[in-house]
Structures are given as structure tokens and as C-alpha cells.
DNA sequence: CAACAATGAGAGCACCGCTCTTGTTTTTTC
DNA sequence: GAAAAAACAAGAGCGGTGCTCTCATTGTTG
């Protein structure tokens, strides 16, 4: 499947690498909204028509590019929970939280790209979901850990409403069906809430606010962390 | 002041209104990075250069667009606090979450303006934190009058790092002194993430995951309320 | 009334996304 | 190995964009 064939097949992957990567430094300096496919055509020798057998649109390589950050986050997040193997939980999900902060202030048009507004009449294809639940899957990989070791309290906050217990027993069913049901809605609003902050760092809604920016978001996902039931106490037993 | 002098000065107030609510409807079908000033113009009947006479650069434009909408959600709290004088300081958080939200809904297109990715390039000048900041604002009176009520508990969660209790400490110094730090620490961090909460129904990233939204969201700023100190059974004391 | 500043109209510049046609090169097929 | 098919690059061109410039007109003010 991913024998590479011929020379004309190898050139294919290599120029619509060099694409990408080029609109990546575009994005970088410019912006999404300023991202130019003659510009990107320009830098690489190329005529824009020439693009056009790479990338159908503009918006066909946006696509492209956000499907590359999703992944690319999901990886890093996934890392960190890999690296920090045998930790306690509230320990690996603080370290999971940084590594997609991390990811994003070193990346923030990408980051912009796949969490700030969407372009407009534009609708997520079904290709982005994957990566896209990357990170979400790695938290909640986080707290079935914590729950299989018996370390994961109760949330706190008041009863369930009926529909979103609903919701929250139909992802039960998908992500993890010993998870309890508030556990599971706690971690939803967690994970939304997580992106809040980062995007209000990110997007500059945190200056002349926030000066302590790495303390804080250790701070507010620790607190995210006793949220979903992760107390900072809690150790995975030795075996 | 803004007292009218002639015909010709009317006419101004006039004409920037109309631009500005052509553009906002441009916005709404189209979204801020198809917002095009030409368009708005031949909408308006004039040509398109007669319209940098009101605005000198499409950037002006939204910028102008984006203290509107600032302004505009800001007086939607403050309409929502004042609507739910005397009930718990409970109910009057979660009032003014969802009169945001109300907000936001009806006009997503605005909301991305103000919460969405920035326009690259672009720095919010000064005149947009006056406006955007009505809404912690609003946030704040709520928690400092269950303070004066004497029903606010301490947050939960670890003691705050030195770094990030001298940033509340200055923060408290000018939305409330006699608040504690911990609780206005709690209040930036619920201010960040009650917009992840928006930012994430509105930019499609609940969809498929959450269905019943608005329950959701009541449940997710009902927890928020706890994190800085609320607690829903806390009432005001009869005077 | 005259001088002035504000406004509108039009042409034009450089750029954009995208399409179409034309000629070339590689791959596939017989 | 030659012919047919597919993939590709290049160029011209269409209708659109933000923005600037010039020039005539119109309301304001001394």
C-alpha cells in the first residue's frame, strides 16, 4: 500500500511535501486569511495553475494542513502520556495538558488554524475527526487509568440533568464503559475548558492579564484535573 | 457634545451606521474573511472608494465591528445581572453565562470576530479592552457581592503558586480588594474557560459529542460557579 | 459671496482564486 | 518497442479583491 511506484508517484508525495510545507511558513508569517496559493506557488518555481494538480483549492489544502496540526498535537499529547508511563494520574494529565500547550505556543497560526474560528461555509470533512479526538483520547486514557487503579474520587458539582446524562452515557459507551457517567460528562466540559484557556493565551486575551502564563495554566489544569476526580494526592499503587 | 451641528454631520452618523450593518450582514452570511468592502459598497449603492472616507482601511472596519460586539454581549450581561437583582449569587453566574451564550448564539459570526483566531497581523488597539472587558466584569460583581453576603467559600483546589497569587494580587488590587486572591486567581481561570465551553458548541466541536447543549452548558458554568467560591445552596441573606 | 474642507465618482494598480487550452513528459497497454 | 492514455507544467484570461489617485461636486464657514 505504501510501496512508492514509480518516479512520477515519488515526485507527486515530494511537491505536495514542499506545498505543505511552504503554506505551513505562509501561515506562519501571514495568517490563514493571507494564506495565497499564488504566493505559495511563487515560492516553490512553481505556476499557480500547477498547484491545482496537487490541491483542488485553497480550501482543499487548508484541509490538508489542519488535519496535519490535528495530528501532529495529537502525537505530541500522546507522547507525553507515553513519556510519563507509571506516574500518578493528576501527574500525567498536568503533563498531557502542558505538552498541548507546549505544541501550541510554538505553533500558534496552526493552532489558530484548527481551533479558532472556522472558515466560514467551510464544513469540517469527515477526515478531521481522527486526529482531531487524538488529544480528547488521551485524557480520557488518563482517567481510566486512575479509575482501573481505584485512585479516581467522585466529581464534585451537583446531579446530572437528565439529557446530559444521556450524552454523557452514549460517549460512556464509545470511550470507556467503566468510566462513571458524571466522570464522563466532567471530562467533556474539562476538555472544552482547556482549549479556553489556551485559546485566550493564545489569541491574546490574556495581556496585560495574565503575566504568569505557564504557572497559571499549571494551576487552572490542575484544578480541570480534580474537576473530572484526578486529586493530586492519588499515586498508582506499586505493584 | 454630541450635539448634532448640520446636514453634513447627520449624514456621517448615518452613512457609518449603514456600512456598519451591511458589513455586519455580510458577516453573517459570509463570515469575516469574505467580508469584502466592495460588496458592502455596491449594497450601499456607492462606490467603493466613497466608503474609505468612513473607514480608511477594511481592518478599520472590523475593528469597528469588533468594539460593537464587544459592547454588545457586554450589555447583555449586564442586562442579565440586572434582571436577577436579589436572587442567589448562584443563579445570577449562571444568568449572566447564559445570557452570553444567548448572545453568541444568535450571532455566531460576531462571536468568531471577537473569541475566534485573530487577523493576522492585527493588534487590538486600546479602544477594545474598555468594551471586552464588561463581561468578566459582570463576572466579578456577581462574586463580589456573594463576598459582601458573606456566602462565598473558599475555592477549591491547591494553594496558588507564588507566581500566579501575585498576578491575582494585582488583579485584585483593581477589580476588588477585599476579594481573596484565590478566589480571583479561580475567576480568570472560569472566565477562560467559560468561553472554551462557547467557543467549542459554536465552532463545531461539540458536534457529534454533545446534543443537548444548553444542559450541558448550564451544568459545565454551574461547576464553574464552584470553582471560584459559589455554591448553588448559598442565598442571600434576607436584609 | 468666496474660500475651504468633506464627499462622491471613476480609473487604475497589483494582487487574488480559479479555469481553460496547449504542449510536453511519463506511464500504461497492446 | 511503438502507440494510446494519463499526468503534468505553463500561459493566458476571467471576475473578483483592497487600496490609491485625480477630479468634480456639495455643504460649511469666514
Redesign the pocket.
Known sequence: MSVI?????R??IE?TAAIKEEARRQLAAEGASR?????VA?EL??????????F????ELLTALIIDAYDAMGAEAEAALARTAGDAPHARWVAVCRSVRDWALARPHEYALIYGSPVPGYIAPMDTVGPASRVPLTLVAVVREAHAAGTLGPPPGSPLAAPVRADAARLAAELGPELPIPVVAALVGSWAQLFGLLSFELFGQFNRVVEARGAFFDQAVGALAGQVGLSPAAVLPAE
Open positions: 511506484r514509480g518516479a512520477r508517484e515526485a507527486r511537491v494564506l495565497s496559493l499564488r504566493a511563487r518555481g512553481m505556476v499557480s495553475s500547477a498547484l491545482y494538480r496537487y483542488p483549492s485553497r480550501d
